[in-house]
């Protein structure tokens, strides 16, 4: 499965359309988008990091992109039959996988109610009361399940902090997907309110991220760049949440220098 960014980088294919073992995920899919206190939470959690400290969108957007591209990684991993142990662990079932990657896909970025720094700690509280209320109300759950579904999302959730490592393949997919949103639309806020922090103009350089299977890995992520201030977010974050998420070996990373200008000074990146 390919995914690309369209021509803003912001508009990406309903989650919908991903091929999973069972519809589970996409009912999950539906309760979470129709649920007002995460949709609420989402737009809340965009005021500290975009508002007060002219840092990237963390908003709803940014999530609905990090939740579609951890569930077309989740997609191609299963594709090239690599494991996933974090349902496996627990005893539940392989349609649960996806369920973990997307409910912790969805709540990962909740602590920034609370503050930027430290966010990945603030947002496992936050996340566990609105598990407990999520969890009671969808009917494939008895309470042995929903406690072991919780903690491997709380696990996801931690684990996409580079300061944690994940011990689950579904964490490792939600770590790496929270860097591969990375194109110019989500600096565009900061950016019109005169941010020019390194992220905010990295961001800006970032045309297009593409995945889809390799010839040679499971996954291969083309990231395309218009000037050179895109190695900032291709080898300092993203090799960042690559290195100890546990997917590693089966994802391959290329940045290319498509700018037409003479800023060539990078017009390759290999990860």
């Given amino acids: 499965m390919s995914q690309d960014a369209g021509e803003t980088g912001r508009t990406y294919e ?8 069972d519809e589970r995920v996409n009912r999950v899919l539906e309760y979470l988008d129709a649920d007002d206190e995460i949709q609420a939470y989402l737009e809340a959690q965009n005021v500290n990091p975009v508002t007060r400290k002219g840092y ?3 908003g709803p957007t940014h ?5 579609n591209r951890a569930l077309c990684l989740y997609d191609l991993l299963k594709d090239a039959d690599v494991a996933f142990n974090g349902a496996r662990d627990q005893g539940l079932s392989e349609a649960d996988e996806a369920v973990i990657v997307a409910l912790a896909a969805t709540l990962h970025d909740i602590g920034h109610v609370v503050h930027r720094d430290g966010h990945a700690l603030y947002s496992i509280p936050l996340a566990a009361d609105v598990l407990d209320r999520v969890l009671a109300d969808l009917p494939f759950y008895d309470v042995a399940e929903s406690v072991r579904i919780k903690g491997e999302v709380l696990h996801a959730i931690l684990g996409h902090d580079t300061d944690q490592r994940p011990l689950t393949t579904e964490a490792g997919v939600v770590r790496v997907s929270d860097a591969l949103d990375m194109e110019e639309g989500r600096s565009r806020m900061p950016y019109e309110h005169g941010s020019r922090g390194i992220n905010t103009v990295s961001s800006q350089a970032i045309e297009r991220v593409n995945l889809r299977a390799g010839d040679d890995s499971p996954v291969l992520v083309e990231i395309e760049m218009t000037n050179a201030a895109g190695v900032y977010q291709v080898d300092n974050l993203l090799k960042a949440k690559l290195q100890d998420s546990g997917i590693e070996p089966f994802v391959r990373i290329v940045a290319l220098n498509v700018g037409d200008g003479a800023d060539h000074i990078v017009e390759r990146i290999e990860l």
């Fill in 14 to 21: 309903p989650a919908a359309t991903h091929a999973f073992p």
């Fill in 56 to 58: 990237n969108d963390h």
């Fill in 63 to 67: 999530i609905s992109i990090v939740r």
